[in-house]
Structures are given as C-alpha cells and as structure tokens.
C-alpha cells in the first residue's frame, strides 16, 4: 500500500477545503454577522494541517491503484466531514464536535439531515458553507462514479466505462484531471444557470446561491427553516423541480447532449426508466393524495416537487408529507431507496441497480419455463457481464445488512420504529428527511450521540457507494 | 403441458382431502357440538369432485415434467384451500367463505394467521380440522421441498439434490413415492411423541394433539385463544420449543440421524447456522428485555419460546411481544425473514439462503482487493455453483419486489405503516402474528376483504418458495 501517495492526495484536499472556506469568509466579513473568526481559524486549520501532511509526503511516487483508490476515497470523504465541521463548531452555534461533524458529514455526503433547530439563526457564513459542503461534496461524487468506481469496479460501475467522456486511457490520474474538468463544466454551468433563474424570480443572491448549490448536489441543505416552503412560490417550485431532476441524471449524458448528442438521454435506458419512475410514482401519488388538494394545478405543483425530492435525494421540502396517507408515505420510502441514476449526484441504490435486479429476477422465471435456454440480461442493449451482476447483487446485499444492522442500533437507542428504520434509510440513500420524529418537519437534533455518529456512518457508506468503505473496514483489505 | 396428468394428482389431492375430514367429523360425533352436517358437505363435496376430476382424467400418462410440476404445486394448495373451507364456512362460525378460506389458506400453507377473534367457541371438529390443515400441510411442504423443488431448480434449492434421502433416479414420481414414505414416517413419529409429552404434562388429547400437529408443521393455530400462554406452564413451553426447533430443522438430517449418522447434524452448515442465529437472537432479546422479567429463569422461558417461535416461523405465543422493546420487535422482525432451514416445514427466505448470500457480498469485497483472484463460495465443504447462486438472488429479489408491491396495497387499504409493512411479512414468511393491529395478541379480522385475498397471495407465494407460484404467474409460462 502507497500511504504517502494517499496522504499526498488527502493533504490537496485539506488544502482545497480550506480556499474553499475564503467563500464563506467573504461572505461573513460583508454580513458582519459573526462568523468571521470561525472561519479564520477553520481556514488556518485546514491549510496547516493540509501542508505539514504535503510536507511529509512530497515526493509520492507510483501509481494510485486499487487499495490505494478505496482508502484515499474514504479518508477523503471522512477528513473533509472533520475539517468542514470546524467552523460551524468554533461559531457556538452546534452544542459539540459531534453535532458539527453530523451536518458535515450531511453536507459532504450531499444527504442533508440537519441537527439544526432554528435554521434561520445561523450567520450568512455558515448558512452559504452548509450549502457549499454539498457542492463541494456532489463535484467529488461526479468524478467519483463517472471517472473512478467504474475502474475500480465497484457495484457495477463497470457498465459505465464506456459511458465516461474524456480519453480512454486506463491509467487512473490524467483520466481524473481530464474527465473532472469537463464535468465540472457543466456543473458549475447548470448551478449558474439555476442561480439565474432563481434571482430572475426574485430570490436574493445568496439565498439563490445557497439553493442552487444544494440542488445541483441533490443535497437538500436551505438558509429557511420551512425550506423552499418558506417561498411558496409556483415558480421557485417549478424551477427546483427541474433542476432537481437534472441532478439526479448522469452527468456523462448532460455531457453527451452539450456536445450535440441530445437523443443519447432517450436512448439511456437507466434515463427511461428513471423518468418513467418519477411520472409512475407521481400519478400514484397524486391519486392517493386526492383528498388533500383543492385543484389539479396545486396537485400537480406540490407532488411534483416532493417527487422530484426523494427520488433524486435531494431532500427539499414544500410540504410536510408526514401528513400524506400511508401508502404515499410508503411510496416515498421505496422512491428513497431508489435514488437516482448512476453517475448523478442522486444517492440510493440507483435507477440502473434497481432495473438490472429486476431483470436478473426475471430471467430466473425464464429459466425455469425453458430449463436449457440460454438468457443473457441486457442493458442499453449490451449484454451485462457475469462481473457486473455479481457486483450489483453483491451491492444490494451489503446495503440491505447495513440497513438491518443500523435500524437495530437505533431501535436499541430508544427510537421508535418508523424513526429508527426510516432515519437509516434517509442517511443511507443521502435523502435527509425521513419519517415520523426525523420527518420533513423535524430534525435530527434529538437523536443519541451514537446513533447520530452511527448515522454518520450510514452517510458515507450510501454516499461512496457502499464497497469504497466497507472493503477498507474489511480485514481482507488489510491483510497482506 | 399435459394438463390431463396435474388434473389427475390434484383429483387424488382432494380425494385425501376430503378422506382427512374424516378425522374431525368423527371428533365433532365424539362431542356433538354441532359441527357434524359441516363436515359431511364437506366430505361430500371433495369427493365429488375429486371423483369427478379422477373420471375425466383417469388415463393420464406421460411423466410429470417441470410446467406440469409448478402448475400442480400451485393449484393443489389453492384447491386445498377452497375445498379445506367448506366446513368453515358451513359451520357459520366465519362471516364469508372468503374469511373462511383465509384461514384455510393461513392452515395448508402453515402460517397461523388468523380471522377468528374468538377461537374457543368453535366446536372441537373445527378445532381439529384447524390444526390438521397445518399438518397435512407442512407433510406437503417437507415432500415438496426436500423432493420436488431440488429437481425443478427452484431457488437454489438444487443444492439439496445429493441431501435427499431415498434412490438417487431421476425421474420425479417414483422418487416422490420414496421419499415421501420416509419423511413422512419420521414427521408422524415426532408428531406422535409431542402428543405423548404434552399429555404426560397433562394436557388433554385434544388439545395435544391439535398442538402437536402445528408444532411440527411451523404452524401455530392453537385451539386456545391465548395460545400457550392459556397453560402458563414452563414444562409445556419447553416441549414445544424444543418440537418447534425440530420442525425448523431440514428433515433429510432428521432422516440421516435416525439412520444412526447424529454427526450430519453438526456437519450440516445450515444447521449450525440456524442454532447460531437462534441462540444469539436469544442472548441479544434476553438482554434487551432485562427489566421485563424477575429472574434469569422466567427471561430463558419467554425468551427462548418466542425466538423459537418467529425463527422457525411458527407463531405460537406465550407472550405479547407487541410490549417489547423496539429493538426487540426489530429482531423478531428480521428473524421472520430468515424463517427455518431449507427442507423443514419453517417458511422465511431460509437460513442456507441467507448465508449463501452473506457469502456471496463477503467475495465481492475480496475481489475489489484481489481483483485477479478467482473466489468461489462453498457451503456445506462443496462450492455453489453459478446456477444455484443465481437462483438464490432471484429468489431474494422477487421476495422483496413481492413484498413492496404488497405492503404498498396494505398501505392504499388505509392500514398503518407496521401493521401494513408486519402483516405481509408475517405471510409471506408464513408465521402468523405481525405487529401493531396483526400483533400476537390480535387478529387478521379487521383487515379489508382485498387485503386479506392479497395476504392469501402472499401466505402461498412464500410457501411454494415464491417461483412455483410466480411461474405459473408469468406469461412466459403460458406462451407456447
């Protein structure tokens, strides 16, 4: 194992949170609202501990490989939460460390439960960091799913290898710089793009900036306690919505229809059926919350949105849909599982996982009816390898032992049972909000240290797509 | 398809059926409580119609090959169902023959869910029959499983062809008529020894053997309305434990043991699993509901008898485990979806199935780390082969599917989200009670008449091991 190469690049890292942290502090020194210091010395941590680390591993040489890929990710992610919390701790306005960390963890892993009260009493400082946390965090995870797992083959995202933009050279580190930049492009454009919209309806700067920065990470974070309620607004709703779903899309396909080649997202298959799923569930939605609306427009506006929310994990909210009919309450807790689809910054099992489940479960049926035939699954018309399918399945399994293992944890903490199973799953698929006392309307301030540190946990393993830390919390990685 | 021959077994299967009501009908003459014309229509109408089918179909030849054998399966045990309920019905005691064929249905499938909201004032005969649809059901699900299944490559259960006893032919019927002596040899001769137990305990022949017969079917319908509890006698508590975990055990080892090899009960895997997952549910329940009881002794007793019960998926209850602790009823929960060994007359997605599964994610983890070594998965000291591994996560992906599909109707039904989520669970892997309003200390009578038809679906989709009845399901199936 290269340590000083991981180190190398955990200590860029470090560096970049802490230029990354100039963003707030500007913000804080023209709002004067007391969060100055925080973030000097949030900054100051950030790059003295990002240089000494540089200084000891300079010279990493070599390249950066299997083993060293899954822990460099996981450090990554994990240092970024520790680092990242230190403002928010140093403001005084987060009760410990830990409560920090959580809503850092929140932010990186675009999740965006939240252990704040009152949301609205934050300095303008710390309200644009929350939301920069999980730009930050949706710009690492779009390199990562499109640009590092599928080599590392991990969950499957071998499928996407042929999907990635940029030069196909399978050495790891110019195909990063190559592809990150691209991506990054259109990041960043769709967040300007969305920061406009919001400021032409109205919205002030910053509060457009921060929403636009949680949207475009799918992450959920917003400076109003009533989230994008606080607007009620058609038109904010109509746009979040939008971009909501172009978050939860792949980015190689934004990438592909920038450069001319619009008919590639009709012929995704992963892109049919996440839309398909998001006008399914809507119209199932609607019909069972008939009751509840006055008009189809108001319906159409307010499920929509809520939609759009949990199926990308976003985690935004116009309504408390705690007071929805159970079978919508349900429906949203399948949608959370979902996710969006692979190489977006949607969390969940992903649109594509899901699909080449289903299909692996029916050729069984097949089988069975022509014992002899040979029935190979497919996906955007290719054949899917044996390695894949097993990856996949491997995937799901792990993702349901940690959900069975982390909702029995919390259940020992005290909560109740909706709480316990559906705060699990919101954190694991990155959502947010979850049901009953962590629902849309409540927070996760009351829950026990170690279920929050527990949480946390749950954050990262859904985030990096499940293998990235548990291979690295396995005794085969460390063997030798 | 030869639909003359599945016509000719299933003419037969009524013909047993309506021969086994014999049995209650001499029992309601012994006590005359008025249930005696019911099992006369009864009778009557199996025979008739067994008869009939039998005329029609009397020279039925050709062998009984894979189509013929998931269509027999699934129509012999909804057959059973809707003949098994004309006593129920007739008797008056159930509102509608639905109601009465859901509990027929919850008998032949060994669930144990119940619509009667007052089980002792029903006349013996019926109790009786109640607990005789149990047993001859759980006689059918040992053939089934240990004989037929393995050679229709349901599930994975393939990987039992070399455990079964009997000669090693091929061909299907002759080594059905074997291995169905043999087995069934050894399910009376347990069920004749916990009659002998219970009633050296003191419990009167009725009633022993009416408990007799659901123990070793997994079953759980007693003829007492507080189940065992009604007893409060840790003597009975402990016998029926013990049967209980017999009957969850996979009869092929039974049947080795008897033939003097003790040692195939250690060296099975799955065995060792399952006592595994047992005594650990234990320890984990004993100390999680330490303040409920006085002594070590009293927490043992309850403990064990209800681990045992929702582990193999029988039912019965000595307690309300609704008064548990969450994290508790977490762990009954998961432990309903383990269910019994393959092979035993316990339902569940199976301890082998679920261990072969762990396996299967533990080698992706390996893989990612050394991605050139080839691991394979063993179990039982032989690896499983592709086909079998294949089969297994079918299985688990169409259990899930089956159950989202199913709680989301529950939840449209206007059901809570337990009672919605616990109920399907509850017969899908064929227990009983759920939990909330399904709990061991209620019923199934309030749920919706569509709702109780959708869990019929369910109690029979988890029995025949999902594929049987989703095959026949499947247009593949009927396509020529």
């Keep these: 194992m290269n340590i000083r190469l991981v ?13 990354a942290m100039f963003f707030p502090l500007a913000v804080s020194w023209f709002y004067h609202d007391g969060d100055f210091p925080a973030f000097v010395i949030g900054i100051v941590c950030c790059l003295i501990a990002g240089f000494i680390m540089l200084l000891f591993c ?19 992610w994990t240092l970024a939460g520790l680092f990242g919390a230190i403002p928010f701790r140093i403001s005084g306005y987060f009760p410990s460390y830990l409560d920090a960390f959580f809503e850092t963890i929140s932010g990186f892993t675009t ?38 797992l599928p080599f590392l083959g991990v969950g499957g995202m071998q499928i996407f290898k042929a999907e990635s933009p940029g030069p196909t050279i399978d050495k790891l580190r110019p195909r990063i710089n190559e592809t990150a930049k691209l991506l990054w492009g259109i990041y960043v454009s769709f967040t300007l793009l969305e920061i406009l919209l919001l400021g032409v309806g109205g919205m ?3 509060e457009s900036s921060c929403h636009a920065f949680s949207t475009l990470a799918t992450g959920g974070f917003s400076p109003r306690n009533a989230s994008i309620a606080a607007y009620n607004s058609p038109y904010f709703d109509a746009v979040i919505t939008v971009f ?10 934004h990438y592909a229809a920038l450069r001319g080649n619009v008919r590639r997202y009709i012929r995704s298959q992963e892109f049919r059926l996440y839309i398909s799923i998001f006008i399914g569930a809507c119209l199932l939605l609607m019909w069972n919350t008939r009751h509840l609306y006055d008009s189809i427009a108001g319906s159409i506006r307010f499920v929509t949105f809520q939609t759009a929310s949990i199926l990308t994990t976003t985690g935004f909210a116009t309504h408390d849909f705690g007071i929805w009919p159970i079978a919508s309450q349900l429906i949203l807790l399948f949608l959370m599982v979902i996710g969006g689809c692979a190489g977006s910054t949607g969390g969940g099992m992903k649109v594509m996982r899901l699909g080449i489940l289903v299909k692996y ?21 290719n054949p899917v390898s044996a390695e894949v399918l097993q990856a996949i399945v491997g995937f799901a399994i792990f993702f349901i032992l940690v959900f069975v293992v982390s909702s029995l944890v919390m259940g020992m903490l005290g909560l109740d049972l909706v709480t316990s199973t559906s705060a699990v799953i919101a954190c694991m698929s990155n959502i947010g909000p979850g049901l009953a006392s962590v629902g849309p309307s409540a927070n996760f301030a009351h829950i026990p240290d170690l279920g929050k540190a527990l ?25 030798r």
């Design 7 to 19: 180190l190398n690049l955990l200590s860029r890292g470090l560096i970049f949170i802490g230029i």
């Design 111 to 148: 999740t965006g439960a939240s252990v704040l009260i009152d949301i609205e009493a934050l300095p303008h400082g710390l309200l644009l960091w929350r939301s920069m946390t999980q730009w930050i965090g949706g710009m690492g995870i779009i390199v990562l799913t499109i640009a590092i």
């Design 361 to 381: 479960a029916h050729r069984e049926i097949k089988k069975l009816v022509h014992p002899n035939a040979v029935v190979s699954i497919k996906w955007d018309t």
């Design 244 to 253: 909501m779903l172009i978050a939860g899309t792949n980015f190689a396909l």
């Design 204 to 206: 002030s700067l910053f």
């Design 58 to 76: 300079r010279r990493s040489k070599g390249e950066l490989r299997n083993r060293e890929g899954f822990l460099f990710v996981t450090l990554a």
């Design 455 to 479: 949480l946390c946990f749950c954050m990262l393993v859904g985030r990096l797509e499940v293998y990235t830390v548990l291979v690295v919390l396995s005794p085969v990685f460390w063997r």
